[in-house]
């Protein structure tokens, strides 16, 4: 190497800032991105001949920001097709945001209302242009976040579920399905939410204990023979029944079968009909049928053809279908009415409290009333047939697996799929009707003449599509389908699909269903669910508790690259994230660590040569450092795999913090500061080596900091990047990410120098423990066993040793004695630490107070052993053990083990002072 110095360029001293402030740089490391094109598969830095790697973004609904759970959804998918993207392999992620039909429309009818204007008074036309609108700036508002957390979507793609190919798609889905006569048209019992004014899917209806009453009232025969005694929750909704019901076998009611019963508060006459449904052994045995506002009721009235009379009209009042006295009472006051009346006229028999589930809307939280509407339906079985074959064939992974269980069961236990949806915001029904002869047109294209008679009078459905119908196409329609374009071509199947857990069958598989139907594979492979964020108490993030984390607000203080770090390092698949703000600090800490690593190295290379590492001679140092390095590259290859994001955060953590920055950086003093100029350059090219190789390590994970630092280095003489330029890539975000190398492999150094670690580790923890400062000079002896593996390491690495542990490197400073035992007098003034495989006697007697020592040992034995009795009290306590759980039990046997340590080794240290 130092014939080639004279003709390599000595460096100058790289000034990094020296305060680490990621505000100063992530704005202009984003831009540069943008300005390079490196989002795109095609910028021109992927491998041709690799498959692509591909993720379609959860788009956010365009209602509001980010909240912490995209935050954390948003921050893993960066984190692998940054990798991806790393590996050289064409990387796509598509940005994009939903439409959200009914939560966007609420959020523009309450601006509205708040300026004393109304969607009526304003009419479809201008209340949707006010909705797109708001719609526009949510969406601006968002790509914004997205950014400046880091992600690295390509925004040449960015799609909206409103956009005109996208709606292109949804016509041309709901055209084929009615073709295929999987979408019909019915006068069905659906969920109604009367504040929304609109049907749900049964999967928008969220079920909550709530506490009510059940209330019990009779039924007089008409025949005047006597009564029938019902029990329901819901009295008002008496006023829509239209039989009461027994079971066949109840001999109790075998001679009322056929009967009928006067319905209170009516002029009405029930039938008394018999079905196998109703349960005998539950309350009387007889029930009341309301076939129009209960699902159960429904199958009845179908199975004896009984009338469905709708009590409701769309906004929740009583309608004209019961008597004038309760029209346009609203549910809750209906109730207390006819109770009231129930009581007045004799028919009430009492009430008493019940807790019960009431369904409720996924958006508003209004609690939701069956209702009797004609609405458009998907026949869901044969599309979930399909869907539940491709998971039984192996072509979907779930990670964490046991979310399948999750899928499999809603796919055998699918009903059909209300999409009709009575609101304004979204996609338009393809439907037209003719006025004149009554004709209905579904079509792809809007219609203006009737087909049959050819009239122009027609009218357009009014109602919308579900949200998720158009959500359900997102991994095709984002990249172009039902056109055959080049992006469908290349980038479709997608990759791997990161979502959370309450959407599975929302979105996923509704998802894999339409991908199976229209293109007939699977719409991504792998399926990542993300865990769930909660606070430190374990509670759910929610606005009404007001534990809610801004991601934004992170960003701002901590750096993006601190959330993204600490949410990938905090992600242990199928368990919780327990968050709070200051928690981000373990991500805003470790990219500090990495700024004044860096900041050290590149102050340091003054009047050095860097040289192409081929040419640089490896020591034992080095072989461990790379050894060490390619073990954490193997290991976050195989997270990334797996998606076991904790793992990597881990991996990249503990090699840069404490295998380069604690040791190797210390290591390498030794030659950074020696006389020698080439063993300077050799150990600059190794740390600039490292350091340039560990940026990439890490990229993924703090995409920022790692490119800011990248962007100082000097050039790595012999380094190629993928456009063929010397030295490496332009961008971090383009340069190859390390591979496993098995020529990097050096077990047998690595457990050497593991050896060495624990004699040193050992070392400075006698010194802290005796408190001596850090500019003393210590002696110590080392003892190996009788043909210990690592005894002649020790040795010949003395200068090292003592450079770590502040010992005088000569053979007086470190003694060491191979096999043998050492006499009395060489242990004189000494204290011990054992190792595996050897003995260090550090001689302390000469450097300390042995007087004042010892009472500070027997001080502290004092404190433990009490603290110990404590924790023995409470482990021999039933009561104890009882109760406390076992993360508790197990955290005070760990304590009263330390304690047990410690006092052990503290009067081995009195021992050793008062006989030396």
């Not at 279908?321 to 109770?339: D, H, I, M, N, S």
């Not at 047990?900 to 009067?907: C, H, P, S, V, Y």
Request: charged letters at 25%; glycine letters at 6%.
């Amino acid at each position: 190497m130092s014939g080639r110095q004279a003709e390599t360029e000595r460096l100058t001293s790289i000034e990094l800032e020296k305060r680490f402030n990621p505000a100063d740089f992530e704005g202009r490391i984003y831009e540069m991105w943008l300005d390079g094109d490196y989002f795109s598969p095609e910028s021109g830095y992927a491998d041709s001949d690799q498959d692509p790697f591909v993720i379609v973004i959860p788009p956010p609904n365009v209602t509001g920001v980010l909240h912490l759970g995209h935050g954390l959804n948003n921050s893993l998918q960066d984190v692998l097709i940054r990798f991806y993207r790393m590996l050289g392999r064409p990387t796509l992620w598509v940005p994009g945001t939903d439409h959200a039909g009914i939560a966007t429309q609420n959020v523009v009818e309450r601006m509205v209302r708040a300026e004393g204007r109304s969607r009526e008074q304003m009419g479809r036309e201008a209340f949707v242009a006010e909705t797109e609108r708001v719609a526009l700036d949510h969406k601006t508002t968002i790509r914004r976040q997205l950014q400046k957390i880091g992600a690295s979507c390509d925004w040449s793609r960015e799609r909206f579920t409103l956009d005109e190919g996208l709606s292109r798609a949804v016509r041309e889905v709901f055209v084929q399905l009615y073709e295929r006569g999987l979408v019909y048209r019915g006068n069905y019992l659906v969920n109604w939410c009367a504040s929304c004014g609109t049907a749900l899917s049964d999967d928008e209806v969220e079920h909550a204990e709530v506490n009510g009453a059940l209330y019990h009232y009779f039924y007089p025969l008409v025949d005047g023979s006597g009564r029938i005694e019902v029990a329901t929750t819901r009295p008002e909704t008496m006023l829509g029944d239209t039989c009461v019901a027994v079971n066949p076998k109840d001999e109790r009611y075998q001679s009322l079968i056929g009967k009928e019963v006067h319905l209170p508060l009516t002029e009405r006459r029930l039938p008394i009909v018999a079905d196998e449904y109703v349960d005998m052994s539950f309350g009387t045995g007889a029930v009341k049928v309301t076939p129009a506002h209960d699902p159960n009721d429904y199958e009845i009235g179908l199975r004896h053809e009984l009338e469905r009379i709708n009590i409701l009209n769309a906004d929740g009042t009583l309608s004209d279908a019961v008597p004038q006295v309760y029209r346009g009472l609203t549910v809750p006051e209906a109730r207390k009415r006819v109770v009231a009346d129930l009581k007045q006229q004799g028919y009430f028999l009492g009430q008493e409290d019940h807790q019960h589930q009431v369904g409720h809307c996924y958006r508003c939280n209004t609690v939701i009333e069956p209702f009797l509407s004609e609405q458009w339906f998907v026949r869901m079985q044969p599309l979930a047939e399909k869907a539940l074959a491709a998971w039984e064939r192996g072509e979907l992974l779930f990670f964490p697996r046991r979310w399948e269980n999750t899928y499999t069961h809603w796919l055998r236990e699918i009903r059909d799929w209300c999409i009709s949806r009575q609101l304004w915001w979204g996609h338009r029904i393809p439907v037209w009707y003719c006025r004149d002869c009554s004709e209905m047109t579904v079509s792809r294209e809007d219609v203006t003449s009737c087909g049959s008679c050819g009239s122009s009078n027609l009218r357009q459905d009014e109602d919308v599509l579900d949200t998720w119908f158009s959500s359900w196409l997102w991994p095709f329609s984002t990249l172009g389908w039902p056109d055959d374009t080049r992006d469908l071509a290349e980038y479709f199947p997608t990759t791997t699909l990161v979502t959370g857990y309450d959407i599975i069958f929302f979105w996923v598989a509704r998802m894999i269903m339409a991908s199976l139907e229209f293109l007939n594979e699977v719409p991504f492979r792998d399926i990542y669910i993300t865990s769930l964020v909660r606070d430190k108490q374990g509670r759910k993030m929610s606005k009404s508790l007001g534990n809610g984390i801004d991601p934004l607000e992170v960003v701002d203080e901590y750096g993006a690259d601190a959330l993204k770090f600490t949410l990938a390092f905090l992600s242990a698949q199928g368990q919780d994230i327990l968050l709070g703000q200051d928690t981000f600090a373990i991500g805003s800490k470790f990219a500090n660590k990495i700024w004044n690593a860096a900041r050290y190295l590149l102050m340091n290379l003054e009047g050095r040569s860097i040289y192409a590492l081929e040419e640089v001679e490896l020591q034992d140092a080095d072989r461990w450092i790379y050894h060490r390095l390619n073990r954490t590259v193997t290991r976050v290859h195989a997270g990334m795999r797996e998606y076991r994001f904790d793992d990597v955060g881990h991996a990249v953590y503990e090699f840069f913090w404490n295998d380069f920055c604690d040791w190797y950086i210390e290591l390498s003093k030794l030659s950074l500061y020696s006389d020698d100029e080439s063993e300077q350059d050799r150990a600059a090219t190794l740390l600039v080596s490292v350091l340039e190789e560990s940026m990439r390590l890490m990229h993924p994970l703090l995409p920022f900091v790692t490119e800011e630092i990248y962007q100082q280095l000097p050039a790595l003489p012999g380094r190629v990047a993928r456009d063929g330029a010397q030295g490496g890539a332009p961008a971090l975000i383009v340069a190859r990410y390390p591979e496993p190398a098995a020529e990097r492999e050096a077990p047998e150094t690595a457990v050497r120098f593991a050896v060495l670690q624990e004699l040193v580790t050992a070392v400075r923890t006698l010194r802290s423990e005796f408190t001596l400062p850090p500019a003393m000079k210590v002696r110590f002896l080392v003892r190996t066993e009788p043909g210990f593996h690592a005894a002649e390491f020790l040795e010949r690495h003395r200068e090292m040793i003592a450079s770590l542990t502040g010992a005088d490197p000569s053979a007086d400073g470190i003694v060491f004695l191979h096999g043998e035992e050492p006499g009395p007098e060489l242990l004189s003034g000494s204290v011990a630490a054992v190792g595996v495989g050897f003995e260090a006697h550090l001689y302390v007697r000469d450097l300390i107070d042995v007087e004042a020592a010892v009472r500070r040992f027997e001080k502290e034995i004092v404190k433990h052993r009490k603290g110990l009795e404590r924790a023995e009290g409470k482990l021999n306590s039933p009561g104890f053990l009882e109760k406390a759980g076992e993360e508790v039990v197990a955290k005070e046997r760990e304590r009263k083990r330390e304690l047990e340590t410690q006092i052990a080794k503290l009067e081995g240290h009195l021992e050793s002072l008062r006989n030396s």
